[in-house]
């Protein structure tokens, strides 16, 4: 008798510790319901601006706009800058017919942010657009404690536990509303306006593209989707990957805001989307080339998840890395999509009077294994020249030389400026721009900028003249070099120069009186590890 309450007060013990420890892993962690809200007195004069009569001369004719940005281009991962890999004659000639940069920067890192900071032409920290925006975050201890001890999360970090945005929250996360796109200056100059691509700037009402100055949209709102449908169709290899991001990106095929969209209308889309998009693209040109148009085509190759039509894959018959040999084939197919556009406007006559502006939105993701960015250091997420240092053309016959070669730094953010200039747009005085126009300092062979910045929480990173300042976030260690003898960031010099490293701290610091803070948490960091060096960024 006494061996059986003995055995009943165990496993009473052992069933309470059970259901203590149950409560504990699904009780939902602490959530923040504090909506994102837009700069009220920006909001109003953004208004105020897109309701004010806009300039206008009769005498000039506007120019047609197609902004083509690859995701996740390494920039040794094309011809133009003498790639062995993969040959892109059709980026190589967009490039020899206008003005090649040798030193063109993303304002980011990491997709949004990049594209926030392209989009606006102002650096994205002055609007709070810092990091990725949150489709989703722990709801329970249970998914935070798996996922940052029991889950191989590769080089992805989790975060220290916070109080999490709720779904409410969420919803408000994109690009801030008061902000001001480079379609919403063309759509006040008369402009048709269209984006065929990926988005990945809100996709709650309010940030659609759709509301944000387009006037058409065919593409995803998701950071990604699946390039054609993942079931036996011979005619595409799809490669998975073992970093855990692959499943997720993957999943359950396109669902929610991977889904296709036309406009608001899901589409049940089967083709190739690198090729669908140069489709729809002709098709956008083809009803539009009577008048002035803007469109902004936002591929997303070569992000994952890697999937390629066989004719692509065919082309790299002698590279036996199977990973390689896909990443490698997508790349070809966005060179030819390139290349399909292009003909299009060489077709209706409109060569002339269209300005063509090719990048990336960062540098390759090294961690696919399918690129490294060598010969520079550090790829996607890192302020190294591997993650920010990427492909970057524009084209405008008649305006700017063919072959020209422009060996100054440059940003993304100068895409907004040259576009405002082309078309004949003035801008809001409420607010601070950080681009040129590219077109006159390219002819007039202008320094473009004295500086260039980046942020992303505390790791940073502030180029100025040759010299270049790196700083970890976390343990917030620096990294000096000087970029005209050591442009694979190969020796530090920190310790050599000590003022030079506090000059360049204070410029960094003395930019950051403009900025705002970040208008939504990072779930994740990132760790690079260069052998004896380490580097963290926050996502």
């Known amino acids: 008798m006494a061996t059986y309450k003995k055995i009943t007060k165990i496993v009473t013990l052992i069933l309470l510790v059970l259901l203590i420890l149950a409560a504990f892993l699904f009780w939902p962690i602490n959530t923040d319901g504090t909506l994102v809200k837009e700069d009220q007195k920006l909001a109003e004069g953004k208004k105020a601006f897109l309701a004010s009569k806009a300039p206008s001369d009769s005498t000039v004719k506007k120019p047609n706009i197609i902004i083509l940005l690859a995701d996740d281009l390494g920039k040794y991962d094309i011809s133009l800058y003498g790639g062995k890999s993969t040959p892109t004659p059709q980026i190589d000639s967009l490039a020899a017919s206008g003005v090649t940069f040798t030193d063109g920067y993303a304002s980011a890192a990491i997709c949004s942010p990049s594209r926030a900071g392209l989009i606006t032409g102002r650096y994205q920290e002055r609007f709070g657009h810092e990091y990725q925006p949150g489709d989703r975050y722990p709801k329970n201890n249970l998914e935070y404690y798996a996922f940052k001890y029991l889950v191989n999360t590769n080089s992805w970090r989790l975060n220290d536990k916070i109080e999490y945005p709720n779904d409410a929250s969420i919803a408000t996360q994109g690009l801030p509303k008061s902000e001001i796109t480079f379609a919403d200056l063309a759509k ?98 083809d009803k539009n080339k009577s008048k002035p148009f803007l469109l902004y085509i936002p591929f997303n190759a070569p992000h994952t998840p890697f999937q390629v039509r066989k004719k692509y894959y065919d082309r790299f018959p002698n590279v036996k890395d199977e990973n390689k040999r896909v990443y490698f084939a997508m790349i070809s197919a966005l060179d030819d999509a390139i290349g399909r556009i292009r003909e299009k406007i060489k077709k209706e006559g409109l060569e002339e009077n269209t300005l063509i502006v090719f990048a990336s939105d960062n540098g390759g993701a090294d961690y696919t294994f399918a690129t490294t960015n060598a010969p520079l250091k550090g790829g996607k997420f890192s302020h190294f020249e591997g993650g920010i240092n990427v492909p970057f053309a524009l084209s405008w016959k008649g305006k700017i030389k063919p072959h020209t070669v422009y060996k100054n730094p440059i940003s993304t953010l100068d895409i907004f400026t040259t576009i405002a200039s082309a078309i004949g747009s003035d801008l809001p005085k409420d607010r601070v721009y950080d681009g040129v126009d590219l077109v006159k300092t390219v002819n007039e062979n202008k320094v473009a900028h004295k500086d260039l910045y980046w942020r992303s929480g505390d790791a940073k990173a502030i180029r100025s003249g040759d010299w270049k300042l790196v700083i970890s976030g976390r343990t917030h260690e620096k990294w000096l070099y000087n970029l005209a003898s050591d442009k694979f960031e190969k020796t530090d010099l920190s310790q050599k120069n000590p003022e030079k490293v506090k000059e360049l701290q204070a410029a960094l610091q003395n930019w950051e009186k403009g900025l705002i803070k970040p208008l939504w948490p990072n779930l994740t960091y990132y760790e690079f590890d260069f052998g004896k060096q380490k580097y963290f960024v926050d996502l």
């Open 188 to 285: 006040r100059q008369g402009y048709a306006t269209g984006i065929i691509g990926k988005w990945h700037l809100g996709h709650n009402k309010g940030f659609f593209p759709l509301d944000r100055g387009f006037d058409y949209h065919y593409g995803f709102y998701q950071a990604f989707s699946l390039f054609a449908p993942e079931d036996n169709n011979p005619d595409i290899i799809n490669h998975h990957h073992k970093d855990f991001t692959d499943k997720m990106i993957w999943g359950k095929g396109r669902v929610g805001i991977g889904q296709i969209r036309r406009d608001s209308t899901i589409i049940d889309e089967k083709a190739y989307l690198t090729e669908k998009f140069a489709e729809e693209a002709e098709t956008f040109i």
